[in-house]
């Protein structure tokens, strides 16, 4: 059985961010997106759970997102889970590490870690992250939250495969290089 992988999907501008500093999309939801809607519907295939960190959970909650029991949700939090939690979503609080070691041991498909940069970046410290699709809209938003949370490390990433779109979207392809030693 191969080892679940956990794959960073998710777009953002041409200048690095992936929301505006109040979470904002509107960069992003107000574009048309292309049939295929950039590759996403067969990504969702080969993955059965998603990792977001808790600002990301709140802000989707706020933004009307619906859960259901047969689409696992894996929210990390240092507070306390709200009084209602919805279907599928599982708040966790244990290390990233333990967390994943007892995660990838489950039968399943990949993994989506879906943001934002402050969990990323803690999954990248850990050395955990083995992919990322990273869907490059050509606008530039000027600030917000960074891909990766401000801090400083070196991650060797390999061009996997790089994809062009008759919008100028661009989605790149990367897998995270272990350091070896």
């Not at 080892?3 to 953002?12: D, L, Q, S």
């Not at 803690?122 to 869907?135: A, N, Y």
């Not at 061009?159 to 062009?164: E, F, G, T």
Request: proline share 6%.
């Amino acid at each position: 059985m191969p080892e679940r992988k956990i794959i960073v999907n998710i777009a953002t501008s041409a200048d690095g961010y992936i929301a505006r500093s109040d979470g904002d999309l509107d960069w992003l939801t107000r574009r048309p997106a292309p049939k295929g809607f950039y590759g996403l519907p067969k990504f969702s295939r080969t993955i059965d759970a998603k990792i977001l960190g808790r600002k990301t959970f709140d802000l989707s909650v706020e933004m009307g997102a619906s859960f259901s029991a047969d689409d696992v949700h894996y929210v990390f939090s240092r507070r306390q889970p709200p009084a209602a939690v919805p279907a599928g979503v599982r708040f966790v609080s244990e290390s990233i590490g333990v967390f994943l070691e007892r995660l990838r041991k489950q039968a399943g498909k990949n993994i989506w870690m879906m943001g934002g940069g402050e969990i990323i970046g803690s999954f990248l410290d850990e050395g955990v992250i083995d992919e990322f699709i990273i869907t490059v809209v050509p606008i530039f938003i000027g600030e917000g939250i960074r891909l990766v949370s401000s801090r400083h490390r070196e991650v060797p990433l390999r061009l996997r495969s790089l994809q062009r779109f008759p919008d100028g979207v661009v989605q790149l392809r990367y897998e995270v290089q272990r350091s070896r030693g």
